[in-house]
């Protein structure tokens, strides 16, 4: 399973998983149409390698895929290809349908005919609002957006697949990540940009809603660990366990800020919004499961790599000024006011 195909690789977490691979010597093609979300910074430091190869495509581009499989010998695909922001998908769902449904049949098609394995990058957003205690791969799916309805279609189709083809599936479903290169239309980066920017920071609603969260490489590390030694036909959930309510992030997130910089009295600029509609209120995960079988637990300590984290933004503003849009700025002002 030396030569691994990646869609979605020039995103966030697609671009952590790709260097981890490059750099252990893993023959890796990256396939990434660059929507919005998609920025070849994020690859820049591994042009260089000779086991890396970027190719610019849609995952439903059936054809493409498989002249990839084919010319570059592949043996696994992992897939991060994806829209991935609710908010995104409240305003416009189709091209939610379109890429994360119809994208990943077209992947699947090509798995079954070449007999490869397909690793289906998903989320615990499926399992929609877990009240109490922790949802485990069974847990039944209760997806409340138009995103996580979207990620929970191609999770059901991708099983099908697998029992029906028995085609060589196997699922990653990970709470929050965060870390650098993440676009920041989620959280943790509109965070951090309100700071550096002196706006606004939208909370919405009352702010106690809960996510886990994990740091991207350590979700990089657990999917690797996934593709190798993770069993056909299941699933397998990936947190940080690290659950903490949004607003109590952001008054951190403020201080790891504050702490950097020397400035003070940010937290003026924490304005509570309009919330977003069929809000999840608190996600978490059991990972018994990843814990017994594949052995894997997250290494980076929150606070760290939270830290870490801001430090990036700050001295990244060369990528940030490589983001093409700032339309989500517009769907702020209509949707939750000025920020
Ligand atoms: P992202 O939005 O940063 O990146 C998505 C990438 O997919 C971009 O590079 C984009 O150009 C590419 N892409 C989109 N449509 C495509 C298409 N049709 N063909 C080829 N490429 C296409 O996303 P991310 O946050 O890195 O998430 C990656 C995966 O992880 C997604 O499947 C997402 O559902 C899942 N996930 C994300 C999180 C999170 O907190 N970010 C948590 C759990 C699961
Ligand atoms: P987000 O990063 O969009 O991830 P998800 O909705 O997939 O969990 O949001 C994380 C949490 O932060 C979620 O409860 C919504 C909230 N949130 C805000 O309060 N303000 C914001 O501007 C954003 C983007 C999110």
Same mark, same amino acid.
Do not use: C
């Given at each position: 399973?030396? &030569? ?13 998983? /790709? ?15 660059? /929507? ?12 260089? $390698?000779?086991?890396? #190869? ?31 922001? #609710? ?8 091209? %939610? $349908? ?11 098609? #090509? ?5 490869? *394995? ?43 697949? %697998? ?5 060589? +599936? ?16 989620? %959280?943790?980066? +509109? ?16 702010? &106690?809603?809960? *996510? ?60 509570? #919004? ?7 209120? *608190? ?29 990036? $933004? ?10 093409? /849009? ?12 000025? *920020?």
């Amino acid at each position: 399973m030396k &030569r691994v195909l990646i869609t979605g690789g020039a995103g966030f977490i697609g671009s952590h998983f /790709t260097r981890l691979l490059v750099k252990e010597g893993i023959y890796t093609v990256v396939l990434d149409k660059l /929507t919005y979300a998609g920025n070849l910074l994020n690859l820049k430091d591994l042009e260089s $390698y000779e086991n890396f #190869v970027f190719v610019k495509g849609d995952i439903a581009d059936r054809e493409k895929v498989e002249e990839i499989v084919k010319e570059y010998k592949i043996k696994a695909i992992v897939n991060f290809a994806a829209e991935t922001h #609710v908010d995104r998908s409240i305003l416009n769902p189709e091209p %939610f $349908y379109e890429t994360n449904i119809k994208g990943t049949i077209v992947l699947l098609e #090509v798995a079954k005919k070449y007999g490869l *394995r397909l690793l289906q990058v998903s989320t615990d957003e499926v399992y929609g609002p877990v009240l109490t205690g922790y949802a485990d791969e069974n847990y039944p799916l209760n997806p409340t957006s138009p995103y996580s309805s979207s990620k929970a279609a191609a999770d059901l189709i991708a099983l099908s697949y %697998f029992k029906t083809f028995g085609v060589d +599936v196997v699922i990653t479903r990970s709470s929050n990540n965060f870390g650098p290169n993440q676009y920041p239309e989620k %959280f943790i980066p +509109v965070i951090i940009l309100s700071l550096m920017e002196k706006q606004k920071i939208p909370v919405y609603g009352n702010g &106690r809603q809960k *996510r886990d969260w994990i740091y991207v490489r350590d979700n990089a590390i657990a999917i690797r660990e996934v593709l190798f030694k993770g069993r056909s036909g299941e699933i397998y959930n990936i947190a940080g366990n690290k659950e903490i309510e949004n607003i109590e992030l952001v008054n951190k997130v403020i201080k790891i800020y504050e702490n950097l910089t020397g400035e003070e009295w940010l937290s003026t600029l924490i304005a509570f #919004v309009k919330d977003r509609p069929a809000h999840d209120i *608190r996600y978490a995960l059991s990972t018994d499961k990843i814990e017994k079988e594949i052995g894997f637990k997250p290494t980076y300590p929150f606070d760290i790599a939270l830290s870490e984290t801001v430090k990036w $933004y700050l001295d990244n503003l060369d990528w940030i000024n490589t983001i093409k /849009t700032r339309d989500f700025e517009e769907y702020y002002r209509k949707n939750y006011g000025e *920020r």
